[in-house]
């Protein structure tokens, strides 16, 4: 499995960055990014932590780790600004929080992410053929995710992908220790958004490509 949404103790979730490492590790896990939600008001705090966390563990596990942040109910005219400050902090992906159907997310939130400079727009409900069509321009990933809520429009967000080609991933959003899943599951919450399965593998590939990408 490969996870680019997970979060840590260093916003809501459950377990350090380290047991976060080590519970994927065991489960089979190829690669990971620690993304916690952040605002400006912590992304000064988050980011130079997993760096540094992710430099200290990493030579002792197998697991691929990659610094990142979700920037999370960011006012959108600010979004730009702020990925680019998340960049110079070390981030390596940069998620942002999508306008969800089960959150009270600004709208215009997803319009703007994908004018950033960012890698994923997180679970981004009922966006729009534009900004589907806009992502795709400027190589920015949807995200098809296993949280519970957000996981609710993820046949809408594939359906749109597919028919304009924009990349698709596949998250956790992981919370606690439960969230994580296998690749197998993985497969079937992506079958079970209306992908057949060489589109499944396809998303696999791209979220491959981002590996090779966040290591150069």
């Known amino acids: 499995m490969i996870d680019f949404h997970i979060h840590s103790v260093f916003s809501d979730g459950e377990l350090i960055p380290a047991e976060i490492i080590r519970r994927a590790e065991s489960l089979g896990y190829k690669a990971l990014s620690i993304t916690d939600h952040a605002d400006h008001s912590n992304i000064d705090f988050i980011i130079p932590r997993i760096v540094k966390i992710i430099k200290e563990i990493q030579p002792y596990t197998s697991v691929v780790l990659i610094p990142g942040i979700e920037l999370t109910h960011v006012p959108p005219k600010l979004i730009p600004d702020l990925a680019k400050e998340a960049r110079s902090l070390g981030a390596k992906i940069i998620i942002v929080h999508g306008e969800t159907i089960v959150e009270p997310v600004k709208e215009g939130t997803n319009a703007m992410a994908v004018q950033s400079d960012i890698d994923i727009l997180a679970h981004p409900g009922l966006i729009s053929e534009d900004e589907v069509k806009e992502a795709k321009e400027r190589g920015i990933c949807l995200e098809i995710t296993s949280r519970r809520g957000h996981s609710l429009s993820n046949g809408h967000v594939a359906k749109l992908a597919l028919m304009y080609n924009t990349k698709l991933v596949i998250n956790t959003d992981s919370h606690s220790p439960n969230d ?20 499944i593998d396809q998303v696999f590939k791209n979220m491959e490509e981002i590996i090779r990408r966040t290591r150069i």
Do not use: H, N, R
């Not at 994580?180 to 589109?199: M, N, P, R, T, V």
């Open 180 to 199: 994580l899943i296998s690749k197998d599951f993985a497969f079937k919450i992506l079958k079970g958004a209306g992908l057949i399965e060489s589109q």
